[in-house]
């Protein structure tokens, strides 16, 4: 098997266009586009030269940082940002220093262990989708620049395309359609595309594992695989550890299928880095090196030397941070530099591979062993201690560990071009279960149902119901195609038909297990609205008769589907429905809230 680049189709559109994926991460973010050539091979490229980084060629990754003024604009970004004389100034005019953000946009069920860590605060009037959208638009304009300077007629090549710039967004594994929502929210804040319903449409999600994998793929790696086997696409970045498991199902064309619902854990660098300032703070307590100032410095230098280098628990570590006359024998400070125990290092890696075992050897089980290699790609995959770490623990399994040669940090850019080029994932797994809310009938004898008599509704025809009734339309670790459609048809029974214009039906994610649960429980960790679907259901008013209930009084039963795209990495749901259709289901429980159209409602 040849690698993606040798077997990418042609671009069979009818004009030029730009694509620019951007992989905004926790700690470094990056930028890869392609231009689309009638009838030529898509190629794609990265942009490699930001602001304050014009010293360094061809590096094609900027710190996730900026620096706000008081007043809540940005002043600097990027590799900007770490220009000593903007660190100076920012001192001076107390800018407000704004990193981690990424991390405010995690789901509520993703819960951070912060280990002492504190988020940067946000910037004055600003919420974590405007800063969000801040750094996407820096980025943005950086890219704009490298194109117009490193192509012939730049600046006539992007004014053709600048006004349908399609943007592919990668983001963690754990991260749901409320996250997409935000991004792309964030989007239209940074101005990348307009506040319309085609300018949102230019924006596409995939996940950091997926993009991974297509980037191991466009390196050839998937050449190596036995088609009988899977393997394990570990994207270990700055804030996350992505894990998905896939195998090939096809090579000609390349297919490839998720074999085990992917995960997301908050095990990167940064915990590391963060493990070893905590330990810092109590050795240098009492030494002159112990202010705030001091620890933040030797961090930083911890960050960029030693738990880069480290490979060897046996072996002395030193922190140069300062000048041969910088010394204090008492906290092992000689020459400028810190010495650390060896073991003491691996201790700060410690948690962050062990988290790392644990989720992949969760991913051998949910395939059933199909899982005989792994692929670790992402910018603390550069690490030789963890590569090291997870070759020996996995080695029991009969599992290999390997990195692609290309660059592991360039991953998830360029393999979320891969996925808008060559989409080679045509089947995924359910992550949590999936389903709606209905009303469930009445049974005095069941001891859970008199429980909650106190909540008993009458519908106009007669039937005692129950609401918070889940009904399960796709259950956990079910393999989805993306053609597939999930469908449910139910009912309900209106008194008044003009609420027919304002229907509305949550879409229930259950994350608690492989059991169906009976009921939601609404205040619970396990259960949240997924999305809302609505739409406007009064051309039914025409074709809905009139039927006498109980007591005499008028009702109209509207009869509805639910259908739902769970195989697509952007959640996509609607309600369908048919003005002859007469047949009766189950009932639904129906929410009033403020004017919609009916549409497809996405997430």
Not at 159 to 174: A, D, K, Q, Y
Not at 190 to 212: C, K, M, Q, W, Y
Not at 226 to 234: K, T, Y
Request: include cysteine; proline fraction near 5%.
């Amino acid at each position: 098997m040849k690698p993606t680049s040798d077997t990418r189709k042609p671009y069979g559109g009818s004009s030029r266009a730009l694509i620019i994926a951007l992989d905004v991460g926790t700690t470094f973010s990056g930028v890869s586009y392609a231009l689309l050539e009638p009838g030529e091979v898509p190629k794609i490229h990265g942009v490699t030269r930001f602001p304050g980084q014009e010293h360094v060629a061809g590096n094609s990754k900027i710190p996730s940082v900026m620096y706000y003024d008081r007043h809540g604009r940005v002043m600097a970004a990027g590799a900007e940002a770490d220009n000593a004389s903007i660190i100076s100034q920012a001192e001076d005019e107390e800018w407000i220093k704004t990193e981690l953000f990424k991390l405010r946009l995690r789901p509520k069920s993703m819960k951070l262990k912060m280990n002492g860590m504190r988020l940067s605060p946000l910037p004055r009037h600003k919420t974590s989708v405007d800063v969000f959208g801040d750094f996407l638009a820096y980025l943005f304009r950086c890219t704009k620049s490298f194109i117009i300077d490193t192509h012939a007629n730049g600046q006539t090549l992007w004014h053709h395309v600048e006004t349908s710039i399609e943007f592919v967004l990668s983001h963690p594994n754990g991260w749901e359609g409320a996250q997409q929502t935000k991004m792309r929210r964030a989007a239209v804040y940074g101005g990348l595309i307009p506040d319309t319903d085609e300018g949102r449409a230019r924006i596409r999600f995939v996940t950091e594992g997926e993009a991974s994998l297509h980037a191991c793929v466009q390196s050839g790696l998937a050449a190596d695989n036995p088609s009988r086997h899977g393997f394990l696409v570990a994207d270990a970045g700055g804030g996350t550890l992505d894990i998905s498991s896939y195998a090939v199902r096809g090579t000609n064309p390349l297919v490839i299928e998720e074999v085990a619902p992917p995960d997301c854990i908050f095990a990167g660098s940064v915990f590391v880095s963060r493990r070893a300032r905590e330990f810092l703070e109590e050795k240098l307590k009492g030494s002159k090196y112990g202010t705030s100032d001091s620890i933040d410095h030797i961090t930083k230098r911890f960050d960029e030397t030693t738990k880069r280098l480290f490979r060897d628990k046996k072996d002395l570590q030193f922190v140069p941070f300062g000048s041969p006359l910088d010394k204090d024998l008492s906290v092992g400070i000689r020459g400028g530099q810190l010495k650390l125990e060896g073991t003491q290092v691996a201790e700060f890696f410690e948690p962050s591979v062990q988290a790392a075992i644990t989720s992949i050897k969760a991913q051998v089980d949910a395939s059933q062993g199909m899982i005989k290699s792994v692929w670790l790609v992402g910018g603390f995959a550069a690490s030789p201690w963890l590569f090291a770490q997870l070759q020996e623990r996995l080695a029991p399994l009969k599992i290999t560990v390997s990195r692609p040669d290309s660059q592991t940090s360039k991953a998830v850019a360029d393999g979320a071009l891969g996925f808008y080029c060559d989409h080679h994932v045509s089947a995924r797994m359910s992550k949590f279960m999936y389903g709606v809310e209905y009303l469930r009938e009445y049974d005095p004898n069941d001891p859970e149902h008199h429980s909650r008599k106190d909540r008993l509704c009458e519908l106009p025809s007669g039937p005692r119901l129950l609401p918070d009734a889940f009904d399960c339309i796709l259950a956990r670790c079910v393999k989805v195609k993306e053609s597939t459609v999930f469908s449910r048809k139910y009912c309900t029974e209106l008194t008044n038909l003009s609420t027919l214009s304002v229907f509305e039906v949550e879409i229930w994610c259950y994350r608690g297990g492989d059991t169906i649960p009976q009921w939601i429980l609404r205040h619970a960790e396990d259960y949240s609205t997924l999305c809302v679907v609505r739409a406007d259901l009064s051309l039914l008013s025409g074709s809905a008769e009139p039927k006498h209930g109980k007591n005499g009084k008028t009702y109209w039963t509207i009869v509805f589907s639910v259908e739902i795209h769970f195989g697509l990495t952007e959640f996509k749901a609607r309600i369908k429905w048919n003005d002859n259709v007469s047949v009766f289901f189950s009932y639904m429980c129906h929410v009033n809230c403020g004017n919609i159209r009916e549409r497809s409602s996405s997430m």
